[in-house]
């Protein structure tokens, strides 16, 4: 069985930082694109970053600029460096990732999604 558990969230002042980490739990083979999304409370859930397993990133929206995300292969882990925190950014904020697992045809992929840590930036 795989997880993908998050860590990293709290409580903030505007204007501090705060990095998250996603890492993935599991008889992994390997992840394809990891995804940070994030829910805010009466939101829709929004897409902030994203890394594909070769390192390409993408950062979009408000949060382009202030964010940054990055993964380790190694250690199946993304990182999401956030800067300059605002009250809007407060938010619940959850990790997506496409997994691979050996199974006995070969190489089977699914989509995972972590419990979430909760980011408050208070003004």
């Known amino acids: 069985q795989v997880q993908l558990v998050e860590s990293g969230g709290g409580l903030v002042q505007a204007g501090e930082s705060l990095k998250l980490s996603c890492t993935g739990f599991g008889n992994i083979f390997s992840i394809k694109t990891m995804n940070w999304y994030r829910q805010a409370p009466g939101k829709a859930r929004e897409l902030v970053a994203n890394v594909t397993s070769d390192g390409d990133t993408n950062v979009v929206g408000s949060v382009k600029g202030r964010f940054t995300v990055s993964r380790d292969n190694a250690k199946n882990t993304m990182y999401l460096h956030m800067d300059r925190l605002q009250p809007e950014d407060t938010a619940v904020y959850l990790c997506?990732?496409?997994?691979?697992?050996?199974?006995?045809?070969?190489?089977?992929?699914?989509?995972?999604w972590g419990q979430g840590t909760s980011v408050t930036v208070a003004s």
């Open positions: 997506h990732a496409s997994v691979g697992i050996v199974g006995f045809y070969g190489v089977v992929y699914s989509d995972y």
